[in-house]
């Protein structure tokens, strides 16, 4: 490993002298964001002989830690950004927080940018994305721009209380999104919001029979592909388990989901890979909830239950190499987040590994390098299901979503949840 440059300059971290992808023509792609996603994109990457340069806050950020080129910076200074981009052979995020004009500034000084912020606007700012999903008439729920509290209470009147108040950008993992029973609550919450700078929409509350992901990636040549449609379960707002199919989801609602993504990912000039965060209504419709234009949680099963995982997808795809085959290699792959338990447990990461391996031999584990804090996404696990199973088959599918959640919860509480001790 090399030390990391500063994006101020190079001064203290000279240019490694060592032989690098880059030397022998091979890619090298700039990810701003040193998180899990970088850091699983950077294993992607190792695999097809490219280098994935990082945009990293800090050193000891996930894909900082491994990544032989790592700049120093923020993702808001635009010369951070024209260091990382330099000699890169595309840019891309692992989060959506970039300023737009800043990437403006970059595909105007030439740097391919992708998604291109034409597209990743849609990302960014959840009011603009859903008045284009209104325009080309995908189904959403019903929404409002809030400049004062009127506006909500207007909104809870005429669509019914509780409501969805969202941060337009910035929120993530839930943090952003506040539901207010009733127009007193909505008052305080958008008051000490408008107060605080942030800029706000509100949503009809959507009476939910669960939570969808439709997962697809773009190149700029146009070629598309969808993984399968899958379940995702939301704990206090953030993702905890992805159930990959979607159980006992309709084939024909599954296309059209499918297809409607891919049809998004057309329309709005995507690149790389896109998650469609979707409601399932308690009547079976789907609705469009986000967009977000990067890997995703919701993928995470596709790095152990897919011919081609959704990180080395998105590296296809923003080099417009042909994509990957997105067949899944069983009936059903469950992924668990290993969430940061209340207080980090005594026995070490790396003992709690040996037990889990023990035990479970099948289970593959994921770590990001994280400190261990409350709920704080740490790692993941993968359960691929045995062969011969089904997704509508209700006992296969708690067996799998069992086994994936007792090994995420053992990881980050060193507690198995059903008792079992090992030394008995
Ligand atoms: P974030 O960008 O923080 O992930 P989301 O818009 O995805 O925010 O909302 C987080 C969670 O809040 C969703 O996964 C869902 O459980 C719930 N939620 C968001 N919008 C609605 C809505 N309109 N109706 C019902 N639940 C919602």
């Known amino acids: 490993m090399t030390a990391p440059r500063s994006?101020?300059?190079?001064?203290?971290?000279p240019r490694p002298s060592t032989p690098r992808a880059s030397d022998?023509?091979?890619?090298?792609?700039?990810m701003?964001?040193?998180?899990?996603?970088a850091r699983m994109t950077h294993q992607a990457a190792v695999a097809l002989g490219q280098t994935l340069r990082v945009l990293a806050a800090g050193a000891d950020e996930p894909a900082a830690q491994v990544s032989a080129d790592v700049v120093l910076g923020h993702h808001d200074d635009l010369d951070a950004l024209r260091t990382v981009a330099t000699g890169s052979n595309a840019l891309t995020f692992d989060h959506e927080h970039v300023p737009t004009e800043h990437l403006d500034a970059l595909v105007a000084e030439?740097?391919?940018?992708?998604?291109?912020p034409t597209?990743?606007?849609?990302?960014?700012?959840?009011?603009?994305?859903r008045r284009k999903l209104q325009e080309l008439g995908v189904a959403i729920p019903a929404f409002a721009e809030v400049t004062w509290v009127g506006?909500?209470?207007?909104?809870?009147?005429?669509?019914?209380?509780?409501?969805?108040?969202?941060?337009?950008r910035g929120g993530y993992d839930g943090r952003g999104v506040w539901m207010p029973a009733d127009a007193d609550e909505a008052e305080a919450i958008v008051t000490r919001q408008l107060d605080l700078g942030v800029r706000l929409m509100v949503e009809e509350k959507v009476a939910l029979r669960r939570e969808l992901s439709a997962m697809v990636a773009r190149s700029p040549f146009g070629q598309g592909a969808a993984w399968p449609i899958v379940e995702t379960v939301q704990r206090n707002g953030q993702c905890a388990v992805v159930l990959a199919p979607a159980p006992a989801l309709g084939e024909d609602t599954a296309i059209e989901a499918e297809r409607m993504a891919l049809g998004l990912a057309a329309e709005l000039g995507v690149v790389g890979a896109m998650a469609v965060?979707?409601?399932?209504?308690?009547?079976?419709?789907i609705v469009v909830n986000e967009l977000a234009m990067r890997p995703h949680n919701s993928g995470h099963w596709t790095m152990d239950g897919c011919r081609t995982s959704q990180f080395e997808q998105h590296l296809r795809a923003v080099l417009d190499y042909p994509l990957g085959d997105t067949s899944p290699l069983a009936p059903m792959t469950v992924m668990a987040n290993i969430l940061g338990a209340p207080e980090a447990p005594a026995m070490s990461m790396d003992e709690r590994l040996h037990h889990l391996f023990a035990r479970m031999p099948d289970v593959k584990v994921h770590l990001y390098g994280k400190g261990e804090r409350k709920d704080r996404k740490i790692g993941h696990v993968n359960v691929v299901g045995a062969a011969g199973g089904h997704h509508g088959d209700a006992t296969y599918v708690s067996g799998i979503t069992e086994r994936a959640q007792r090994a995420a919860h053992f990881m980050s509480h060193a507690e198995w949840t059903d008792g079992w001790d090992p030394h008995a």
């Open 7 to 13: 994006a101020s300059g190079a001064a203290n971290s």
């Open 24 to 30: 022998a023509g091979m890619p090298v792609v700039a």
């Open 32 to 37: 701003i964001g040193g998180g899990q996603l």
């Open 110 to 116: 030439g740097v391919n940018v992708q998604p291109p």
């Open 119 to 129: 597209a990743l606007i849609y990302a960014q700012d959840k009011l603009r994305m």
């Open 151 to 168: 506006d909500v209470t207007s909104f809870g009147e005429e669509h019914g209380w509780p409501v969805v108040v969202k941060a337009i």
């Open 277 to 285: 965060e979707l409601f399932e209504t308690v009547d079976g419709a």
